[in-house]
């Protein structure tokens, strides 16, 4: 997660904050287990990311949603998932089609 982090906001020192409170979302069955985590760096606040979890065929796989400052979601992450089939969830081409541009 922490690498994927790094990457999106462009910065290898950044800050983590969990707070469920924060944001209260309505919870669906793709959201099983979820954390809400503001993203800040030397004071900035340069997002949040929702990491969570969703049942799939026979097991479950985590996710991160990515979002701006405004909280307008801008990019999806899948970091793991334990099928034999329908791994293309995480591919890139698959995840852009739900995001805005």
Same mark, same amino acid.
């Given at each position: 997660?922490?690498?994927?982090?790094?990457?999106?906001?462009?910065?290898?020192? $950044?800050?983590?904050?969990? @707070?469920?409170? =924060? #944001? *209260?979302?309505?919870?669906?069955? $793709?959201?099983?287990?979820?954390?809400?985590?503001?993203?800040?760096?030397?004071?900035? #606040?340069?997002?949040?990311? #929702?990491? =969570?979890?969703?049942?799939?065929?026979? @097991?479950?796989?985590?996710? #991160?949603?990515?979002?701006?400052?405004?909280?307008?979601?801008?990019?999806?992450?899948?970091?793991?998932? !334990?099928? @034999?089939?329908?791994?293309?969830?995480?591919?890139? !081409?698959?995840? =852009?089609? *739900?995001?805005?541009?």
């Amino acid at each position: 997660m922490n690498k994927e982090i790094s990457s999106f906001f462009e910065t290898s020192t $950044f800050q983590l904050e969990s @707070d469920n409170q =924060a #944001l *209260h979302l309505a919870t669906s069955n $793709f959201m099983v287990n979820y954390e809400w985590n503001k993203i800040t760096s030397a004071g900035k #606040l340069l997002g949040y990311v #929702l990491l =969570a979890e969703a049942p799939s065929k026979t @097991d479950t796989f985590e996710y #991160l949603l990515f979002f701006d400052t405004n909280l307008q979601m801008t990019q999806a992450k899948v970091l793991t998932y !334990r099928e @034999d089939y329908g791994s293309e969830i995480g591919n890139k !081409r698959w995840l =852009a089609q *739900h995001q805005r541009p």
